[in-house]
Nanobody, 124 residues
Framework: QVQLVESGGGLVQAGGSLRLSCAAS????????MGWFRQSPGKEREFVAA????????YYADSVKARFTISGDNARKTVYLQMNSLKPEDTAVYFC?????????????????WGQGTQVTVSS
């Protein structure tokens, strides 16, 4: 089992940057596909980015491609989401998730463990 804790959210102006962190306790991250999702009020949780077990393959939603970067540090058991050129539509609660199957997917229900989320607010 793994526990996930997100941090790094906050309020930023449009065009700014934030780096989210997801710290894992328990087993090493190399056992999991790690993903970032986000959810705005009244909307379904949506896929943002994912990284393979080895960290060699990354996946992004079209809406964040070229602006966001997911990375992992297995030694520190931490996954990061670097967010640049932020837009007001990026405002949401951002969640970190772990998938034990090892198959990267954009579907939230395939992920087994979730953090509590961190709020990101982008002002115009």
């Amino acid at each position: 089992q793994v526990q996930l804790v997100e941090s790094g959210g906050g309020l930023v102006q449009a065009g700014g940057s934030l780096r989210l962190s997801c710290a894992a306790s328990g087993r090493t991250l190399s056992r999991y596909v790690m993903g970032w999702f986000r959810q705005s009020p009244g909307k379904e949780r949506e896929f943002v980015a994912a990284i393979s077990r080895t960290g060699s393959i990354t996946y992004y939603a079209d809406s964040v491609k070229a602006r966001f970067t997911i990375s992992g540090d297995n030694a520190r058991k931490t996954v990061y989401l670097q967010m640049n050129s932020l837009k007001p539509e990026d405002t949401a609660v951002y969640f970190c998730a772990a998938d034990v199957s090892g198959i990267a997917t954009t579907t939230p229900t395939h992920y087994d463990y979730w953090g509590q989320g961190t709020q990101v607010t982008v002002s115009s």
